[in-house]
Antibody, heavy 121, light 107 residues
Framework: QVQLVESGGGVVQPGGSLRLSCAAS????????MYWVRQAPGKGLEWVAY????????DYADSVKGRFTISRDNSKNTLFLQMNSLRVEDTATFYC??????????????WGQGTMVTVSP | AIQLTQSPSSLSASVGDRVTITCRAS??????LAWYQQKPGKAPNLLIY???SLESGVPSRFSGSGSGTDFTLTISSLQPEDFTTYYC?????????FGGGTKVEIK
């Protein structure tokens, strides 16, 4: 079955860095653009970043532009999110998500279980 | 960025009730709207896409309608497992945006 498993979350001080990973299985990973979405504790959902299936395009929310970098390794079916210059307001559960097939953007039909990132002094 | 305004932010209802949640976009998005259900501590689950298409495996008591700027999610007969939070999302253009959520609580 289609599955996404995130890892790499943890506690970090403001200004620090973390690298999240998302291992994909059950679908042809290199045919899908992929997304990161986050949710601060008790808050709503916020799209963070997108990368095309062939790595030719990336897109970021203004709140993370210049600090976060999305990447992927299609040979290992893995999505990444490099997070630098972390701020307290980046504290959230981070989800990777797969879209439906078709021309992007598309709704997100598969989500990982999420990984928690806590930025605290 | 396209803003999505969901209403109400919360509602109280009983098992068997018909419930409607509204999502209004700040500009026209054709039918590029999805609805998700999220249970506490879990990832969101896609219910409706293209404003009115039911995702595979989702019970038929869920339905969506609308186009342009005004959309609705309707649950025809609330079941105990439906008391949770719902989000709309537009996929017309980047940045993707979500509504603020609607929490459906037991009356």
């Amino acid at each position: 079955q289609v599955q996404l498993v995130e890892s790499g979350g943890g506690v970090v001080q403001p200004g620090g860095s973390l690298r999240l990973s998302c291992a994909a299985s059950g679908f042809t990973f290199n045919m899908y653009g992929m997304y990161w979405v986050r949710q601060a504790p008790g808050k709503g959902l916020e799209w963070v970043a997108y990368i095309r299936h062939d790595k030719s395009k990336e897109d970021y929310a203004d709140s993370v532009k210049g600090r976060f970098t999305i990447s992927r390794d299609n040979s290992k079916n893995t999505l990444f999110l490099q997070m630098n210059s972390l701020r307290v307001e980046d504290t959230a559960t981070f989800y990777c998500a797969k879209p439906q097939g078709g021309s992007p953007p598309r709704p997100l039909d598969t989500w990982g279980q999420g990984t928690m990132v806590t930025v605290s002094p | 960025a396209i803003q999505l305004t969901q209403s109400p932010s919360s509602l109280s209802a009983s098992v068997g009730d018909r419930v409607t949640i509204t999502c209004r976009a700040s500009q026209g998005i054709n039918s590029a709207l999805a609805w998700y259900q999220q249970k506490p501590g879990k990832a969101p689950n896609l219910l409706i896409y293209g404003a009115s298409s039911l995702e595979s495996g989702v019970p038929s008591r869920f339905s969506g309608s609308g186009s342009g700027t005004d959309f609705t999610l309707t649950i025809s007969s609330l079941q105990p497992e439906d008391f949770t939070t719902y989000y709309c999302q537009q996929f017309d253009s980047y940045p993707l945006t979500f509504g603020g959520g609607t929490k459906v609580e037991i009356k």
